[in-house]
T-cell receptor, first 116, second 115 residues
Framework: ETGVTQTPRHLVMGMTNKKSLKCEQH?????MYWYKQSAKKPLELMFV???????ENNSVPSRFSPECPNSSHLFLHLHTLQPEDSALYLC???????????????FGPGTRLTVL | AQSVTQLGSHVSVSEGALVLLRCNYS??????LFWYVQYPNQGLQLLLK??????LVKGINGFEAEFKKSETSFHLTKPSAHMSDAAEYFC?????????????FGQGTTLQVKP
């Protein structure tokens, strides 16, 4: 595997289900991101992790719970979602920005989530 | 605070015509600027980036963009459109110095290429 991978690619869940999205990067990066992409809305940054530490939570509802066990893996745990949470969820990674470098982000293909 | 405005949510050109996608940014510090492309059912792919070196930046697939500080613009161009260029294009900005890892994206421009 190369680049950033995401599983599953498609997910349909009911409002009472619990599911998890997985992201893995094979680029040796230290920063990872979750984005939400809804129809006709700009990309919304949800969470940022740098060296496994969460550095940004963009006022995301608690029904979304991220987990970053190491610099290569990022999870998004989902529970009691709402139909309006249906969207494409994108994971990205980049070099850490501690050294002041630019953070070119590399994206995975996304998970298309449908909440019934 | 930083922001990005993409002028025109939908642009339509004929195959072989010039492509021009507009992006204006707002930043109180020297910015880094990016253009990404997203094909249907895929993630975002970096087309090109400006990181305070040359103001004219060449990217993949024949695209280029010019950083104009006086106009706070970073428009994307391609001399001759191909059918395969049909996609969604996103402009993004991040801080230069004092980078905090955050990318701010524009709302996106859908490029349609007509035969």
């Amino acid at each position: 595997e190369t680049g950033v991978t995401q599983t599953p690619r498609h997910l349909v869940m009911g409002m009472t289900n619990k599911k998890s999205l997985k992201c893995e990067q094979h680029l040796g990066h230290n920063a990872m991101y979750w984005y939400k992409q809804s129809a006709k809305k700009p990309l919304e940054l949800m969470f940022v992790y740098n060296f496994k530490e969460q550095t940004e939570n963009n006022s995301v509802p608690s029904r979304f719970s991220p987990e970053c066990p190491n610099s290569s893996h990022l999870f998004l745990h989902l529970h009691t979602l709402q139909p309006e949470d249906s969207a494409l969820y994108l994971c990205a990674s980049s070099q850490d920005w501690v050294a002041g470098g630019f953070n070119e982000q590399f994206f995975g293909p996304g998970t298309r989530l449908t909440v019934l | 605070a930083q922001s990005v405005t993409q002028l025109g949510s939908h642009v339509s050109v004929s195959e072989g015509a010039l492509v021009l996608l507009r992006c204006n940014y707002s930043s109180s510090v020297p910015p880094y600027l990016f253009w990404y492309v997203q094909y249907p059912n895929q993630g975002l792919q970096l087309l090109l980036k400006y990181t305070s070196a040359a103001t004219l930046v060449k990217g993949i697939n024949g695209f280029e963009a010019e950083f104009k500080k006086s106009e706070t613009s970073f428009h994307l161009t391609k001399p001759s459109a191909h059918m395969s260029d049909a996609a969604e294009y996103f402009c993004a900005v991040s801080r230069g110095s004092g980078n905090t890892g955050k990318l701010i994206f524009g709302q996106g421009t859908t490029l349609q290429v007509k035969p």
